[in-house]
């Protein structure tokens, strides 16, 4: 523990690897070269009445106080009970004289006790969202249940000053408040059992805690700090921290900050580990992990220091051993130092979320650890590492100043993020990756309606209904629906994006350079909390940055895809005039359809002729279609000749193919993807040809290879052999071809003549040339190899032949690869290359004719061998389980596909085995998705309610969150759906899980209002009997009705005495139970 304590109250900078990299050292704010001492006793970071500022234009606090310092001193963390007992001590400013009133954050926790300087003090708990909707009628609609719980979460939302705890000044320090004088707040609080904000995971294996590996980390979504201690829980109210944590000499606690000292008790039992967080930070980025970590202090940074369980410090170290690049990487990029005085990395079980940034420190599954062996997750985790770095900057350090604000903090570190991918993995890599993300905020937009990025019109007002098409509120983030938080987040990226094509990457850098500079000089200012401000970033105000630096107005592009939702979709067609060598290309829009915008505003279309590569901007107007583009060549005959391409390069091109009349080789609409759109080109089959095979760009290549599906010719068969062919193609891009090539062969039929789709290929590169069924050796030093290795036997499993089978010639050849495969001289690991092997064999099934047979001696020969190979590899994953148990999540895959097309009994016990708590994540989830596609199938109600009961039961939040998404996407029956499983106990229960089953957690709930919206819509669920006629009903008993602590209207003021019930005698019943345990 030495070292873990010296390696972080070294008061200087880190070292050069960490801080001392900028890309232009003259331009770097001097504030930021000198060096980060570390302030003086806790008394002085007491502020200063006389230095005070009340009164600031460019942010309003909706609170009449200002929040200074925060204290948190957790006295007993108990493993066993899962319970926490401590005290919290707020020291705020008053800015208004009559503040009678202070409203706090706090769910869970049991208030024992209040005091403001020493006096104790009377409060009020109400909390709304507990229990959403007090009705007892059974309508049970959705629609009115979004809106109540909209008025629930504003209720107690901090952000417009309300919260859920409501506390009263003594009327002896009245005369204090007027001269605004400090005040003191302490509150003693129990949480026992949290149902969110902490998880406590206790392995049931025998042994002390320390031995068993028992650990608890604080997790959430969105400001949810409250439900573990109270606070003020606005990501804009800033303070500094000091943080106190009492925990057994085995354990190690970690929080944020810089660890001041540890002391042992007494008798050596207890220690208490003091951390000091001098930075301004909102509660919402205060953390905790407590646990028998093994530490680990970066070899490479000394101020960086890694935390994991036991045993798994070897995996630690080469999983986290190139952390220290990109902090260098973001330094020398932003020309600015990283913020805080230190960086902890702690890797925890049962995580909430792969990745989750707090303030100095961030807290990431232990499933992303890793040896050197292992060669698919390395791009995974070294991408939430770097993820996790960018949020430091911006998210944790600069935070938003409101909601509404979120897309900015988003799209910095996402952009921040995709420069990294860019210089880390390649412009490749980072092209495919841009395509990926918006290949799915388009379809997410088209399917749900659009996403809007700033629910507020430029007076800064709130829109009366931002999002009338969605099931929920877009006004707060815990009534968001996770899936549109994780578009929005795409979204707000590429939009960043667009602004860097707009201004330019060195103008982007130099706002970003501009913004950590004002935030950092105002970070210093320990007694002058008002320019505090500088440290929150708004939409407006990044807005005048980037004009002040730029010059540049970019209004218009804002106005278009920030303040509006919606993507833009061209359809486009053209034709070739000969006689006046010009293409008329024509471009329609459809923006009437749900989720997309018109588009007004110039498009760059990019022509690939015979002479080269030309690019032109159109202006797309109002109503105009047709554009003529001027060729610069002439259309010639020659069979042969070299065509230069756009990167400078010059290639033998066959032209037989193309028309002998057209110059025209083929064209790209918004190659850059400069805009948010979906295209739907029409060229003919030759031109894709020839874009897949001489485009030298990964999008064009994919975007052919998605097209030529619609064109089964030999030619294109020819085409996409080639690509597989070509070592120097990037190695998405032949991987995508694969698949590709196994729906062309389908397609062609008896036309295709040879041996099956790429079997000989495969052949030729993998297999021993004296004996081509034989495998080589495992060489995995080639990556591109490998996953080409490992793509193309799931894409040849889903051959066909004329009767829909999968070829006997492929069938014996996949077996053969599981039976010779040989990785005993290779370095890397081969547990991914056969879990695709098995995933291969998935593939190869086909219906069965006739019933499903039970016993194993009436099975298909070709089923009795999958199914042998199957059991094998589940055996022998028992006495050599593979990483993350990749072999298992692969084989109960299979078996689910078995008994989908009617070759083995449809039965899920075994599948329930498997998910129960106790294996490992990911069994549980591929167990879990066979039984949610089960309970589809068979429309089975008893496995239906058995997930919702492991909803409501499992202890892993992440597992619980899963079960719904999946439920959702793979629903069971849909709103429009008759089905035997929609019956009213399933209404009753879905409404009371997401009425008041959930109410601790707020992904969890958002999760079953989109399973409830999936399966019964917005208006009354039909499986609920009608109203009896001839009686009748008052219209209140017909709609939810509001919880009667829900305020129905926000009053954006300062409470008065006047106004507010009485709380003297409503002192919280909750301290007798608090002292009783």
Sequence with gaps: MAGFGSGLKESSGCGAGLLGWWRNEEQVDPGLRAPRGRLGPLSSLKPSNRNRKVGDQAFKSPRPYKLTHQLLCIDNLNFERKSVVGFVELTVLPTVANLHRITLNSKQCRIARICINDLEAAFSYKDPTLEVCHSESKRRDLNSFSHTYAAAVTAVDPEVGNGELCIKVPSELWEDVAQLKALKIHI????????????????RVEGTMAERGAHVFSCGYQNSTRCWFPCVDSSSELCTWKLEFTVDATMVAVSNGDLVETVYSHGMRKKTFHYMLTTPTAASNISLAVGPFEILEDPHMRDVTHFCLPPLLPLLKHTTSSLHQVFEFYEDVLSCRYPYSCFKTVFVDEAYVEVAAYASMSIFSTNLLHSARIIDETPLTRRCLAQSVAQQFFGCFLARMSWSDEWVLKGISGYLYGLWVRNTFGFNEYRHWIKEELDKVVAYELKTGGVLLHPLLHGGTEKDNPAPHLHFSIKHPHTLSWEYYAIFQRKAHLVMRLIEDRIGMEFMLQVFHKLLSLAKAASAQKFHSHRWRRMLLSTSGFLKSISNVSGKNIQPSIKRWVDQSGVVKFYGTFAFNRRRNVLELEIKQDYTSPGTQKYVGPLQVTVQELDGSFSHTLQIEENSLKHDIPCHSQSRRHKKRKIPLPNGEEVDMDLSAMDADSPLLWIRIDPDMSLLRKVEFKQSDFMWQYQLLYARDVVAQQDSILALEKFPTPMSRLALTDILEQEQCFYRVRMSACFCLAKIANSMGSIWTGPPAMKSLFTRMFCCKTCPNIVKTNNFRNFQSYFLQKTMPVAMALLRDVHNLCPKEVFTF???LIKYNDNRKNQFSDNYYRAELIAALANSVT???????????????????????????????????????????????AIRVLQKNGHVPSDPAL???????????????????????YTKVDRNYEVLQWLLTMVQNDPVPYVKHKILRMLTENPPFTKNMASPLGNEALVDQLWKLMNSGTSHDWRLRCGAVDLYFTLFGLGRPSPLPLPELGISSSSKEKEAVLNPTIIPEVVNRHPTTQDEIDTDTVHDTQASSFSSA
Excluded: W
């Design 188 to 203: 003693t609080f129990l949480l026992d059992q949290p149902k969110g904000g902490l998880h406590f995971v206790v392995p």
């Design 814 to 816: 996949l077996l053969d």
């Design 847 to 893: 219906p069965a004719v006739g019933f499903p047979l039970s016993t194993g001696q009436n099975l298909n020969p070709d089923v009795q061998l999958i199914l042998e190979e199957i059991t094998r590899c589940l055996n022998m994953e028992k006495l050599l389980p593979s990483y993350r148990y990749t072999i298992t999540v692969s084989c109960l895959r």
């Design 911 to 933: 599948f329930k085995s498997y998910a129960e708590y106790g294996h490992f994540v990911d069994i549980r989830l591929a167990a879990l998705e066979a039984l949610v596609d």
